[in-house]
């Protein structure tokens, strides 16, 4: 109605979210191609940078997606972060709306203001299967992003993920393989040797704990006199015994051990700075990981804003449409009062009409008059 009454298709709001966006972010595709016959932007971005085609891939809504790219749509048009929809698919975990994204020219390794591509992002999330479709479509997982991180660097240590990248030709050196706390003890060496005897490890108990912040149990290992000659021979029933009984930390501290007993590496976060033997507690690995938690936290905040800002224009809408509806309701039945009463008058030929041909063709003005109301009000 709004449309046919010349409604503009292009208006936004104070987020300038124009009407597309909406249908598109909702994924009511039926109302996006009325709202395009009409004239709707395709292109057209909102306060941050978003498209329709955006939106409806942030949620999945894959045929919405069809329409927007039939109509011509930019796939790789950018937000003001520089992250394209194929971004937004790969963030929101959206495997299908992916492929299709990509089948019809999306950019695996478009770079965003930080430097991440679709590619890094699907590594970071450690999703396997949009891993895989973007490896099938030229993903390049070794482009690094602002802070020197690769896709292998963002997977860690899961077999399962660099399993993939391996089908695809990525040599991925075990070695130098960066693990899940970003570095290994005298990373600076290019061969780690595979020696089993703590008494090469030069670090602290002290030290260790605090490297993989742990160090409010420091009190348990020195009560045992613990040292890191010892630590490498405990079994999880001695870490109990010891006053270590929380799932993570104790998790955490045994897979030290068995990777220290099983390859030799002494597996945590430490900053060996110089060739002195200073162990300066600078830990860039944790510095990392508490970056990329703290991106993926700005970026679920960010989309949680969005989501409020969607909530309370919709509940707007709403409260805007009960209202008409209310108002109209309470006039149409006023109006139908008035006709039947009218109606029963001249039945009952209240008004005096004595010709008969007259009061028929009254009451067929007023039976018109009915129906065409009703046929008005049924279009709305």
């Given at each position: 109605?709004?449309?046919?009454?010349?409604?503009?298709?292009?208006?936004?709001?104070?987020?300038?979210?124009?009407?597309?966006?909406?249908?598109?972010?909702?994924?009511?595709?039926?109302?996006?191609?009325?709202?395009?016959?009409?004239?709707?932007?395709?292109?057209?971005?909102?306060?941050?940078?978003?498209?329709?085609?955006?939106?409806?891939?942030?949620?999945?809504?894959?045929?919405?997606?069809?329409?927007?790219?039939?109509?011509?749509?930019?796939?790789?048009?950018?937000?003001?972060?520089?992250?394209?929809?194929?971004?937004?698919?790969?963030?929101?975990?959206?495997?299908?709306?992916?492929?299709?994204?990509?089948?019809?020219?999306?950019?695996?390794?478009?770079?965003?203001?930080?430097?991440?591509?679709?590619?890094?992002?699907?590594?970071?999330?450690?999703?396997?299967?949009?891993?895989?479709?973007?490896?099938?479509?030229?993903?390049?997982?070794?482009?690094?992003?602002?802070?020197?991180?690769?896709?292998?660097t963002l997977i860690g240590d899961s077999p399962s993920l660099l399993s993939i990248l391996?089908?695809?030709?990525?040599?991925?050196?075990?070695?130098?393989?960066?693990?899940?706390?970003?570095?290994?003890?005298?990373?600076?060496?290019?061969?780690?040797?595979?020696?089993?005897?703590?008494?090469?490890?030069?670090?602290?108990?002290?030290?260790?704990?605090?490297?993989?912040?742990?160090?409010?149990?420091?009190?348990?290992?020195?009560?045992?006199?613990?040292?890191?000659?010892?630590?490498?021979?405990?079994?999880?029933?001695?870490?109990?015994?010891?006053?270590?009984?929380?799932?993570?930390?104790?998790?955490?501290?045994?897979?030290?051990?068995?990777?220290?007993?099983?390859?030799?590496?002494?597996?945590?976060?430490?900053?060996?700075?110089?060739?002195?033997?200073?162990?300066?507690?600078?830990?860039?690995?944790?510095?990392?990981?508490?970056?990329?938690?703290?991106?993926?936290?700005?970026?679920?905040?960010?989309?949680?804003?969005?989501?409020?800002?969607?909530?309370?224009?919709?509940?707007?809408?709403?409260?805007?449409?009960?209202?008409?509806?209310?108002?109209?309701?309470?006039?149409?039945?006023?109006?139908?009062?008035?006709?039947?009463?009218?109606?029963?008058?001249?039945?009952?030929?209240?008004?005096?009409?004595?010709?008969?041909?007259?009061?028929?063709?009254?009451?067929?003005?007023?039976?018109?008059?009915?129906?065409?109301?009703?046929?008005?009000?049924?279009?709305?």
């Amino acid at each position: 109605m709004l449309l046919k009454n010349k409604a503009n298709s292009n208006a936004t709001n104070g987020t300038k979210w124009t009407p597309l966006m909406y249908a598109a972010y909702l994924g009511h595709t039926s109302i996006c191609e009325l709202l395009i016959k009409k004239g709707a932007g395709l292109n057209n971005q909102n306060q941050k940078g978003q498209t329709a085609l955006m939106l409806a891939a942030t949620c999945g809504h894959d045929q919405t997606v069809k329409l927007l790219i039939k109509e011509n749509a930019e796939v790789n048009k950018q937000d003001c972060n520089g992250q394209s929809a194929l971004h937004y698919a790969v963030s929101s975990s959206q495997s299908s709306t992916t492929e299709y994204l990509l089948s019809h020219g999306a950019n695996p390794n478009m770079v965003d203001l930080y430097g991440m591509t679709p590619t890094l992002e699907a590594c970071s999330n450690g999703h396997e299967k949009i891993l895989t479709i973007l490896m099938k479509n030229k993903g390049n997982p070794l482009i690094t992003n602002k802070k020197g991180e690769s896709g292998i660097t963002l997977i860690g240590d899961s077999p399962s993920l660099l399993s993939i990248l391996k089908q695809y030709g990525i040599t991925v050196n075990d070695k130098k393989k960066v693990s899940v706390t970003n570095i290994i003890v005298n990373s600076r060496q290019t061969e780690i040797e595979q020696s089993k005897q703590p008494q090469n490890i030069t670090i602290t108990i002290s030290e260790m704990l605090k490297a993989i912040k742990l160090e409010k149990y420091l009190p348990n290992f020195e009560r045992n006199k613990i040292d890191m000659v010892n630590f490498f021979k405990l079994t999880d029933e001695e870490l109990d015994e010891m006053g270590i009984k929380a799932f993570g930390p104790k998790k955490k501290l045994l897979n030290i051990i068995q990777k220290y007993q099983q390859t030799g590496i002494f597996d945590i976060i430490q900053d060996t700075t110089d060739s002195f033997g200073n162990h300066n507690q600078t830990n860039e690995g944790l510095a990392s990981i508490n970056a990329q938690m703290t991106n993926k936290l700005h970026e679920c905040q960010r989309k949680l804003q969005m989501n409020e800002e969607e909530i309370r224009e919709q509940k707007r809408i709403i409260q805007d449409q009960q209202i008409i509806i209310s108002r109209l309701s309470a006039s149409n039945e006023k109006f139908v009062e008035k006709l039947k009463l009218l109606n029963y008058d001249v039945s009952s030929n209240f008004l005096g009409l004595t010709d008969v041909n007259q009061k028929t063709k009254l009451q067929e003005r007023i039976l018109d008059c009915l129906k065409g109301y009703y046929v008005e009000n049924s279009q709305i």
